[in-house]
């Protein structure tokens, strides 16, 4: 399985912007779709968003809808989640993970999922 790795993540305040990136050092990764996920402290992991292995499809969570957008570079092998006008709920690990199975055309499900990142840190300033 491929082993996606996060970066970008760090202290932004409410309003602002920040980009986060999902690479691997597998160029594989370009055969699988790719989710977000993120948990906010003391709850449970939620979906964020996901993106399909050919750009195209995408699919967000209700809470980012219209604010985050995921997209996906293949010459950098690389998967971002732009976040605009942030706020102090999206504070939360933010987890890169790639699908199971290449077939799958998104990931939007624990159950899905073949490998996660290590995670990083969003914190959103009021």
């Known amino acids: 399985q491929v082993q996606p790795v996060e970066s970008g993540g760090g202290l932004v305040q409410a309003g602002g912007s920040l980009r986060l990136s999902c690479t691997a050092s597998?160029?594989?990764?370009?055969?699988?779709?790719v989710g977000w996920f993120r948990q906010p402290p003391g709850k449970e992991r939620e979906f964020v968003a996901s993106?399909?292995?050919?750009?195209?499809?995408?699919l967000y969570g209700d809470s980012v809808k219209g604010r985050f957008t995921i997209s996906r570079d293949h010459a950098e092998n690389t998967v971002y989640l732009q976040m605009n006008s942030p706020s102090h709920e999206d504070t939360a690990g933010y987890y890169c993970a790639t699908a199971k199975f290449a077939a799958f055309a998104l990931v939007t499900a624990a159950s899905a999922i073949g490998s996660w990142g290590q995670g990083t840190q969003v914190t959103v300033s009021a």
């Open positions: 597998d160029r594989t990764f370009s055969n699988y779709a």
């Open positions: 993106i399909s292995r050919n750009v195209g499809n995408t």
